[in-house]
């Protein structure tokens, strides 16, 4: 089959975006693969599939799978800017703010000027069988408001990480210096720990100041990426519920700056993202 598509950015974090809001798409994870792959196909960390939605008072559904294995994934935030500049760019939407449904939660998506967007990522979640995360034998270590749990890798080696989910597993751990951080080993040993049985996306965070921090994110089943859009979430919010940062916070990450604001009331406040989105290029390619 022949298959147009639009390749994007936010922060360098890149995507492969489909438009399938004429007519029904299926891709096997094969087809998934091929897309993502770097040599062999476009390349992406993530392929969008943007659908219609027949929920009332949803503008669209869109769905969202790992350019290296090809399994569908829950969440993307970076991902959910290059949609909504997607939708306007074809001409589907003129809205400035849109509803959009993914596999396990609505966001909404508000684009200002310049290629700006703003995404309400929904309120964080806490519970461990909704993250999910498995504590097992492991005790936390409490501050006044939230915990951070010691895990003891493979090796032995022992981190301690603040356990959220932003619609997809965070992991998120505190070092001195990104540059330096072991993110390549350390990563995957946290990715596939017992605790987490569906793997996790890891962030090494390093506070530069009370309303700016620089992150890396080892993300789930595709590696380290110039940025991760919920991973930004997940360290800012854990950084605020564990007293280290402000409620507005600018993230450099490796492909740019997001900033995420949370008031801190883990019961009703949303996640607000802002940053970049932009169009790379358009193709066409047979699969």
């Given at each position: 089959?022949?298959?147009?598509?639009?390749k994007?950015?936010?922060?360098?974090?890149d995507?492969?975006?489909?438009?399938?809001?004429h007519?029904?798409l299926?891709?096997?994870p094969?087809?998934?693969?091929?897309?993502g792959d770097r040599?062999?196909?476009?390349?992406?960390?993530?392929?969008?599939?943007?659908e219609r939605?027949s929920?009332?008072?949803?503008?669209?559904r869109?769905?969202i799978?790992n350019?290296?294995?090809?399994?569908?994934?829950?969440?993307?935030?970076?991902g959910?800017r290059c949609?909504?500049?997607?939708v306007?760019?074809?001409?589907?939407?003129?809205?400035?703010?849109l509803?959009?449904?993914t596999v396990n939660r609505?966001?909404?998506?508000?684009?200002q000027p310049?290629?700006?967007v703003?995404v309400?990522?929904?309120a964080p979640?806490?519970?461990?069988p909704?993250v999910?995360?498995?504590?097992?034998?492991?005790?936390?270590q409490?501050?006044?408001?939230?915990?951070q749990?010691p895990l003891?890798?493979?090796d032995?080696?022992?981190?301690?990480v603040?356990?959220?989910?932003?619609?997809?597993p965070h992991?998120?751990?505190?070092v001195?210096?990104?540059d330096?951080a072991?993110?390549s080993?350390?990563?995957?040993a946290?990715e596939?720990?017992a605790?987490?049985?569906r793997?996790v996306?890891?962030?090494?965070l390093?506070?530069v100041?009370?309303?700016?921090?620089?992150l890396r994110?080892?993300?789930r089943d595709?590696?380290?990426t110039?940025?991760?859009?919920?991973?930004?979430c997940a360290?800012v919010v854990?950084?605020?519920r564990?007293?280290?940062?402000?409620?507005?916070?600018?993230v450099?990450?490796?492909?740019?700056?997001?900033?995420?604001e949370?008031?801190?009331?883990?019961?009703?406040?949303?996640?607000?993202?802002?940053?970049p989105?932009?169009?790379?290029?358009e193709?066409?390619?047979?699969?």
């Amino acid at each position: 089959m022949n298959l147009r598509f639009t390749k994007m950015q936010g922060a360098g974090n890149d995507f492969v975006v489909i438009d399938a809001t004429h007519a029904p798409l299926s891709l096997s994870p094969a087809q998934l693969r091929q897309l993502g792959d770097r040599r062999f196909g476009v390349g992406a960390d993530q392929i969008l599939v943007v659908e219609r939605s027949s929920t009332p008072g949803i503008d669209f559904r869109y769905r969202i799978f790992n350019g290296a294995s090809g399994d569908e994934v829950e969440q993307c935030g970076n991902g959910a800017r290059c949609f909504a500049r997607f939708v306007h760019e074809r001409g589907l939407s003129h809205a400035e703010r849109l509803r959009v449904e993914t596999v396990n939660r609505v966001i909404e998506l508000q684009c200002q000027p310049g290629g700006v967007v703003t995404v309400d990522m929904n309120a964080p979640v806490f519970e461990w069988p909704c993250v999910p995360f498995e504590p097992g034998g492991q005790r936390a270590q409490h501050s006044d408001v939230f915990v951070q749990w010691p895990l003891i890798l493979n090796d032995g080696t022992a981190v301690e990480v603040a356990v959220l989910s932003m619609g997809n597993p965070h992991a998120v751990l505190r070092v001195d210096d990104v540059d330096t951080a072991p993110v390549s080993t350390l990563g995957p040993a946290i990715e596939r720990h017992a605790c987490f049985p569906r793997g996790v996306n890891v962030g090494f965070l390093q506070v530069v100041s009370r309303s700016q921090v620089r992150l890396r994110v080892f993300e789930r089943d595709a590696g380290e990426t110039l940025a991760c859009g919920t991973g930004a979430c997940a360290a800012v919010v854990a950084g605020i519920r564990l007293g280290w940062l402000d409620p507005r916070v600018d993230v450099d990450t490796r492909g740019g700056r997001l900033t995420i604001e949370w008031q801190h009331d883990p019961l009703t406040s949303s996640v607000f993202m802002t940053g970049p989105a932009q169009t790379v290029f358009e193709g066409e390619i047979t699969l």
